[in-house]
């Protein structure tokens, strides 16, 4: 029993020395002292011993014990202090090296030209307004006269969330609740994002901002519409721009058109940013139809109006000559700081 103990300290303190890792310790301790241990199995085979021996052979696994603690303790403490000085060497800072330059924040492009037409707009007097992103479908579709049954709400492609809710596809909606206050006259504007259900691709997103516009008073004309929207454009794009109105269809107003301006890039000649026309689509327009005042309570007889929608969009790829609107989505740090 006792040749046995000494090969077993023996055998440790060697297993110990040869260790160069904190787990490879771990593994000895484990062998030696653990439970299923060799020392743990002498301790119990004490059973054959006989009882004048055993308070003899009890002290000596307790003194291999003890030496064998002692060492891995050692070897322990050396290990860790080794390994706690590579961290430090390595982690050593050079103060007279220059710092990392830190990556700001920036305006997104269409967070920029929203902000330009809140301005153009809050300078002729129109207040900014917001709305809830998910609709009812009376606020999205039936109160800017498109029924139920209307053709124009399967165009729409809507996502919708139940038979009732929405993700809204325009922020037209915003005007219906602005009306429905009865505080006249308005003057507002209604910024925000929109959702419709369209393939991804360099014009297209199912999801895209919008600015809605709103002028409710009495004897609001289509002259005051051209007026407003002129001055918006020379704001805009200069003041040589001019305009050119398209008659339309929408559904929320009548009369209806289309707005389009001198290219700001060949002036009208034709190049191709304008596809050789000399005039860009810039927005949707129109007097507000009788029966949109109608359902929000507002006499038309007594009251008319204008509205108008702008793609913030399609302002930014204008304005800064972008070619494809998936640029705008990719978070690329690279594109976003041009701005």
């Known amino acids: 029993m006792k040749e046995r103990l000494e090969q077993i300290r ?6 110990i020395s040869e260790s160069e890792t904190l787990e490879k310790l771990n593994e000895v301790r484990v062998n030696i002292l653990g439970k299923k241990g060799e020392l743990t199995d002498v301790l119990k085979g004490m059973k054959d011993v006989a009882p004048e021996d055993r308070p003899k052979i009890g002290q000596l696994v307790n003194d291999a014990r003890a030496v064998i603690e002692s060492k891995l303790e050692e ?8 390994k706690r ?10 103060v007279t090296l220059p710092a990392q330059k830190a990556q700001m924040g920036h305006r997104h492009p269409i967070t920029i030209a929203m902000e330009e037409l809140e301005r153009i707009f809050n300078g002729m007097g129109y207040e900014v307004v917001e709305g809830p992103e998910i609709e009812t479908d009376y606020y999205n579709f039936e109160a800017l006269n498109i029924p139920a049954d209307h053709p124009a709400k399967d ?17 037209s909606g915003v005007q219906v609740h602005e009306m429905e206050k009865g505080k006249l006259p308005i003057r507002m504007v209604a910024p925000g994002r929109v959702f419709r259900s369209d393939e991804v691709d360099a014009t297209h997103s199912p999801s895209f901002h919008q600015m809605e516009g709103l002028v409710i008073d009495k004897k609001i004309t289509f002259a005051d519409l051209k ?17 050119r109105f398209r008659p339309h269809h929408f559904n929320f107003t009548e009369p209806s058109a289309e707005m389009d301006i001198s290219c700001f890039k060949c002036n009208g000649s034709g190049c191709r940013f304008c596809k050789g026309t000399g005039w860009i689509e810039i927005l949707g327009c129109g007097m507000v139809h009788p029966n949109v005042l109608t359902m929000s309570k507002i006499d038309p007889e007594e009251y008319t109006g204008f509205a108008f929608g702008i793609g913030l969009e399609r302002i930014a790829l204008l304005k800064y000559e972008i070619d494809d609107m998936r640029l705008l989505y990719e978070n690329d740090i690279r594109f976003l700081k041009q701005f």
């Open 10 to 15: 023996q055998k440790a303190l060697q297993q």
């Open 75 to 82: 070897a322990t403490k050396k290990m860790e202090r080794m």
């Open 85 to 94: 000085e590579m961290i430090m060497k390595s982690e050593v800072i050079d």
């Open 155 to 171: 165009e729409q492609d809507t996502f919708y969330i139940n038979g009732e809710f929405l993700l809204r596809t325009q922020t």
């Open 227 to 243: 007026g407003t929207l002129q001055a918006f454009a020379a704001e805009l794009f200069g003041e040589d721009t001019r305009v």
